[in-house]
């Protein structure tokens, strides 16, 4: 999707209706202006004809501040036209700026931390089911296999960990187990405070890091999957196994999606890294 294509409208529609009340503007000064000319003659002809044209005068002079006010407001709403055009491309640029929109829509920054091959490899697995797995030499876990997904995607781009078989910070067969064990350094986050560790508020998720989360307030972390962007407002774009825009399943019926998660549920993060 080319960035042009995400405009919430057309710019075309707000300049057309300026020209339009532009056009109206300036007849109606047109038509205030006859009324200014009429009122003159009146009163020049008042001269000499007496009060007998006063009462024509006053008619005028009511048409001419009716009109005045029409005109006004027609001002007001070319103003607030170009208010609204301005606001309106201004959100267009902040929404193309935040979403950093790249193909179809999906967020695909640049990682410094040396995970592009692997951040660039997950928008290719959207939409899969667990099924479409079968290259797989290990089986996905039966039923919740967000970290089934997270160690897929770590071997197939080069990544030397076991296989992890759950979502969890601690038993070697977690995901964040298997990545502690490999010396990986985990950066915590606002929900690790519930299970006592203090969060690392100076640091940023980078593309490619392996985040675990709450989901459903509960006391453990137990979901999975890689953080594309850190968005810099508490929230994190993320691509996750076993999930559904509307939430998680842990039926085996989930697939991989795009989310955009809030810190405060995230336990922690780990930046990948191959062997050396």
Sequence with gaps: MAQEEIKTGDYANFDAAQEKVGTLNKKLENHQKSISDSKTKLSDANIFAGPICDSCIDEVTKLGQGMTSIISTFTSIKDYIATARANYEKGDK?????????????????????????????????????????????????????????????????????????????????????????GDTVHYDQYSAIQGKKPDSSYVAQPGDVFLMNIGDKKISYHTGFVVKDNGDGTVTTIEGNTFKEGQSYDGKGIVEQHVRSKKDIYGYISPTMDT
Aim: net charge negative; proline share 2%.
């Design 94 to 182: 902040d929404a193309i700026a935040y979403l950093d929109i790249k193909g179809d829509g999906i967020v695909t920054p640049s990682a410094t931390n040396g995970n592009q091959s692997l951040v660039n490899s997950l928008t290719g697995e959207l939409g899969k089911r667990s099924g479409d797995y079968g290259d797989s030499s290990v089986k996905f876990h039966n039923g919740e296999w967000c970290a089934d997904f997270v160690s897929y995607m770590l071997k197939k781009n080069g990544y030397n960990y076991r296989w992890a078989t759950l979502a969890g910070a601690n038993d070697p067969t977690t995901i964040f187990g298997v990545m502690k064990e490999h």
